[in-house]
């Protein structure tokens, strides 16, 4: 049977670390197989779904260039023979509905019309007297008359399934390998909620059999799920998927990733300047890897390489410092052409509207290509190339009041006036002649020069960042800083 994975997002929010990874290896599965990757929307979250976050899982699979076969489309619209695709339809159609109504007609599924609070107290007093919260359940057993007697007080049940009370349910995963759970110690979940709507436990059930999955590659933390779901499958009828849960994506401190170990959802790593690019490589390497240990993917290999066996079942570390050390590897991969389509969104955030056809436009952004981690400090290290240059306090006071300052920088002035051929080779040759001639360390001249170009004691190599500001505006530059100087020499 042709291999059918999917990814079934709950939009209650935007598409974080976890919920991508879980993604990206059902699509490189799917690809390593020439099987087929189906995105479905698992909207029965009636208060928190939202077509916003719809939206927002779109965009981030979109930016990962995690391309699904089949399934909910970003217009809303649906591609594939087995929708719809997003539950909220299906429940419509009452998909869910006539295999709850099956099961409740043989005796695998009942009514339960207990509200919250009873249940949370037949739960308490079972577990202080250490029995199985089913001994409990009222509504396990009731008679037609208890049933109509619950109608009578205007109670809205919910529909529960009947877990075997004895024996085992057991699966081979395959990451976890042999996994068992005492059936005595399931719970009876409820399928369907007192609104009408599906849970997940049961909706996704129904949906993976009829759509036909052959594989469900999910995260570790639905390994307690599991018994539950395969039991509505034996109930059913159906013989369940195979199934691979990946393993935990943790802070640098151990603890489950979350905001306070910094961004989680994918669409701020966009924001922040990284590469989509880096990021499908970075995740893929959450609980899995290549007997080599390979860090870095060209296009095309993950999906060549990827394989279940590959897979660990270790809780993964999620690494900002790595991370960003990547996105640096790859920026450097990039040409500058490619630099600057990637840079241009971050570029606009600092007013700078620069032109692709503009060669010293390509050569200012790739200036410091070497040295970018975030596509966001592109803006803020290239600034000062297409605006007026100014000068805090600190800079002056470290290096414009340096004895001969005036001296030095009127000197380099006449200097990079007669230089005809402007470009680094020839301003670094003349900038070093000027030192030695007039009796000044090297240093003493490329730290001053430095801040009047650009009002930054740091920054791009100082003869090529000279060569691409021009000679008239270097000059112009220049003159400034030296009225400053004069300026501030007057007012003491």
């Not at 699904?68 to 429940?91: A, H, I, N, V």
């Not at 739960?123 to 001994?135: G, H, I, M, T, V």
């Not at 529909?159 to 068992?180: A, C, N, S, W, Y």
């Amino acid at each position: 049977m042709k291999t059918r994975v999917r990814f079934a997002p709950s939009p209650t929010g935007h598409l974080h670390v976890g919920g991508a990874r879980t993604a990206l290896f059902n699509y490189l599965f799917a690809k390593k197989t020439g099987g087929t990757f189906v995105l479905r929307i698992e909207d029965t979250d009636e208060l928190r779904s939202s077509e916003e976050s719809i939206k927002s899982i779109f965009s981030s699979m979109k930016w990962l260039d995690l391309k699904w076969d089949e399934g909910t489309m970003p217009d809303l619209s649906e591609k594939g023979d087995f929708g719809p695709y997003m539950q909220s339809k299906r429940e419509s159609l009452g998909i869910y509905k006539k295999y709850a109504e099956q099961l409740l007609k043989e005796g695998k599924a009942y009514y339960c019309y207990c509200s919250t609070e009873e249940l949370d107290a037949m739960r308490k007093k079972a577990q202080l007297e250490k029995r199985s919260s089913k001994d409990e359940d009222r509504c396990r057993n009731l008679s037609a008359a208890q049933i109509e007697e619950f109608r009578g007080q205007g109670r809205k049940p919910v529909i529960r399934f009947r877990m075997p009370d004895d024996g085992q349910t057991v699966f081979e995963d395959l990451i976890h390998k042999h996994v068992k759970f005492e059936n005595k110690l399931l719970y009876d979940f409820i399928m369907i909620k007192a609104s009408g709507y599906p849970t997940y436990n049961f909706a996704c059930v129904i949906d993976d059999h009829l759509m036909e999955m052959t594989h469900i590659i999910r995260g570790d933390d639905h390994i307690s799920n599991t018994p539950l779901q395969l039991n509505v499958y034996k109930a059913l009828g159906w013989q369940p998927p195979l199934h691979a849960h990946l393993s935990m994506i943790l802070g640098q401190d151990g603890a489950r990733l979350s905001k306070r170990h910094g961004a989680t959802s994918i669409a701020e790593y966009q924001k922040r300047g990284f590469l989509p690019e880096t990021m499908k490589n970075y995740l893929a390497l959450l609980g899995w890897g290549t007997s080599d240990s390979q860090d870095i993917f060209k296009k095309g290999e993950l999906e060549e390489k990827f394989n279940l066996s590959g897979c660990q079942k270790s809780p993964a570390a999620f690494d900002h410092v790595k991370l960003a050390w990547m996105n640096g590897e790859y920026i450097r991969q990039l040409s500058k052409e490619e630099l600057f389509e990637a840079a241009g969104p971050y570029l606009k955030d600092f007013g700078l509207v620069l032109d692709k056809s503009n060669p010293r436009h390509l050569d200012i952004v790739a200036i410091e290509q070497e040295k970018y981690k975030l596509l966001g400090e592109v803006g803020s290290l290239v600034e000062f190339f297409f605006k007026d240059v100014s000068y805090d306090e600190s800079v002056i006071n470290k290096t414009l009041k340096a004895p001969d300052i005036e001296k030095i920088l009127n000197g380099i002035k006449k200097t990079y006036s007669e230089i005809s051929e402007f470009n680094d080779v020839v301003i670094e040759a003349k900038t070093r002649e000027f030192a030695k001639t007039n009796g000044f360390k090297n240093g003493q001249v490329f730290h001053p020069v430095r801040v009047s170009v650009s009002g930054r004691t740091q920054g791009p190599t100082l003869f090529k960042m000279i060569e691409y500001l021009g000679k008239d505006e270097v000059i112009k530059r220049i003159d400034k800083t030296l009225s400053l100087i004069i300026t501030q020499s007057t007012q003491k």
